[in-house]
């Protein structure tokens, strides 16, 4: 099994993050495990609500927000672990995901999104 890719906060530019956060699929996956502060496995992810994400997609989106460094992924077991990057993200680009995340919010009315930028501001 191939070890995951995490950039370093040195590594991180604010052009992944944004790619990463473009779609808006990843936004809410991403949303969720920010906003809910704890580490999400990847079955909990699978359904948004609207429709329930096929595995491949899902690991498609996780593979795009771990390699922008958004999330950290682990293995345990059978299970892989995702928990946000929030922190680290804010050290290095101050106020980016609050920025991108009340952005979401008021487009879209997503609640995690409001979360998000509630819990960084």
Same mark, same amino acid.
């Given at each position: 099994?191939?070890?995951?890719?995490? *950039?370093?906060?040195?590594?991180?530019? *604010?052009?992944?993050?944004?790619?990463?956060?473009?779609?808006?699929?990843?936004?809410?996956?991403?949303?969720?495990?920010?906003? /809910?502060?704890?580490?999400?496995?990847?079955?909990? /992810?699978?359904?948004?609500?609207?429709?329930?994400? *096929?595995?491949?997609?899902?690991?498609?989106?996780?593979?795009?927000?771990?390699?922008? &460094? /958004?999330?950290?992924?682990?293995?345990?077991? $059978?299970?892989?672990?995702?928990?946000?990057?929030?922190?680290?993200?804010?050290?290095?680009?101050? &106020? /980016?995901? $609050?920025?991108?995340?009340?952005?979401?919010?008021?487009?879209?009315?997503?609640?995690?999104?409001?979360?998000?930028?509630?819990?960084?501001?």
């Amino acid at each position: 099994m191939r070890a995951f890719v995490h *950039p370093t906060v040195d590594q991180m530019t *604010p052009q992944a993050i944004l790619h990463a956060l473009a779609d808006p699929e990843r936004a809410k996956i991403y949303a969720e495990i920010a906003g /809910l502060g704890c580490i999400q496995g990847c079955a909990t /992810l699978a359904d948004t609500g609207e429709r329930v994400i *096929p595995k491949s997609s899902l690991s498609q989106h996780f593979r795009v927000l771990r390699e922008a &460094g /958004l999330i950290r992924s682990e293995r345990h077991g $059978v299970e892989m672990r995702n928990y946000a990057r929030c922190a680290e993200i804010d050290a290095r680009f101050p &106020g /980016l995901l $609050v920025a991108i995340m009340r952005a979401y919010a008021q487009n879209s009315g997503q609640e995690f999104a409001e979360a998000v930028a509630a819990k960084h501001a």
